[in-house]
């Protein structure tokens, strides 16, 4: 019987002395890195790089002062668009478009441009915060305008930091804006947009919220 007793503690002890050890090796365990086509995946490492590639790519900025069309740009004053285009030839009230603002919308209709301008709680004032431009008797400060070649846009501004190819015959190469003038004011996204190589379209916006 005291042997029988002596065998169950030998056990009873072996048992806890492992569940110890496999504890303490659990808690020292360092999480391995899962490689897939030479890219770390799931680990800060990884996050970093596409930080950094992301940083590189955005290293291709437009001057803010670069799109503009006859000094009419993000910012600008609804009554000083009005002043160098005259009247539009339509006006839609958007109300309150966007969902992070009391703020209202409203879009200015030329032909072959369109403006929307939304409301400054601060200036009480309408200012533009997207353009496109369809025509090319709008032409930017840089000399591009609707029709221009794709090698000659990107003589101009660099390659893109994204670009969408071949979606519905359309390829648009998207650029990063800088206010050099404003820092403190968001330069926003501009997107040019080709067919058969030639521009057709030209968009440039800003992220109200």
Same mark, same amino acid.
């Not at 659990?26 to 950094?52: A, G, R, W």
């Given at each position: 019987?005291?042997?029988?007793?002596?065998?169950?503690? &030998?056990?009873?002890?072996?048992?806890?002395?492992?569940?110890?050890?496999?504890?303490?090796?659990?808690?020292?365990?360092?999480?391995?890195?899962?490689?897939?086509?030479?890219?770390?995946?799931?680990?800060?490492?990884?996050?970093?790089?596409?930080?950094?590639?992301?940083?590189?790519?955005?290293?291709n900025l437009i001057n803010f002062d670069d799109l503009k &069309?006859?000094?009419?740009?993000?910012?600008?004053?609804?009554?000083?668009?009005?002043?160098?285009?005259?009247?539009? %030839?339509?006006?839609? !009230?958007?109300?309150?478009?966007?969902?992070?603002?009391?703020?209202?919308?409203?879009?200015?209709?030329?032909?072959?441009?369109?403006?929307?301008?939304? *409301?400054?709680?601060?200036?009480?004032?309408?200012?533009?915060?997207?353009?496109?431009?369809?025509?090319? %008797?709008?032409?930017?400060?840089?000399?591009? %305008?609707?029709?221009?070649? &794709?090698? *000659?846009?990107?003589?101009?501004?660099?390659?893109?930091?994204?670009?969408?190819?071949?979606?519905?015959?359309?390829?648009?190469?998207?650029?990063?804006?800088? !206010?050099?003038?404003?820092?403190?004011?968001?330069?926003?996204?501009?997107?040019?947009?080709?067919?058969?190589?030639?521009?057709?379209?030209?968009?440039? *916006?800003?992220?109200?919220?």
């Amino acid at each position: 019987m005291k042997r029988s007793y002596f065998y169950l503690a &030998i056990a009873i002890l072996t048992f806890a002395v492992g569940t110890f050890f496999a504890f303490y090796f659990y808690s020292q365990k360092i999480e391995p890195q899962f490689v897939l086509q030479n890219e770390t995946v799931n680990t800060p490492s990884k996050q970093i790089l596409q930080t950094e590639t992301q940083g590189e790519k955005t290293l291709n900025l437009i001057n803010f002062d670069d799109l503009k &069309i006859n000094g009419i740009g993000l910012s600008s004053f609804e009554k000083d668009l009005v002043k160098k285009f005259g009247k539009p %030839k339509k006006l839609r !009230n958007n109300g309150n478009f966007y969902n992070c603002s009391d703020e209202y919308s409203r879009t200015l209709f030329y032909e072959g441009l369109e403006i929307d301008v939304t *409301h400054n709680s601060e200036s009480k004032k309408y200012e533009i915060n997207e353009i496109d431009i369809s025509s090319s %008797k709008f032409q930017l400060v840089s000399g591009i %305008k609707i029709g221009d070649d &794709i090698k *000659h846009v990107l003589s101009k501004f660099g390659d893109p930091y994204n670009q969408n190819i071949g979606y519905a015959d359309i390829d648009q190469y998207h650029f990063m804006v800088t !206010n050099k003038n404003d820092v403190s004011n968001d330069g926003g996204v501009a997107t040019f947009s080709f067919r058969n190589n030639k521009l057709v379209k030209i968009h440039w *916006h800003y992220n109200f919220c």
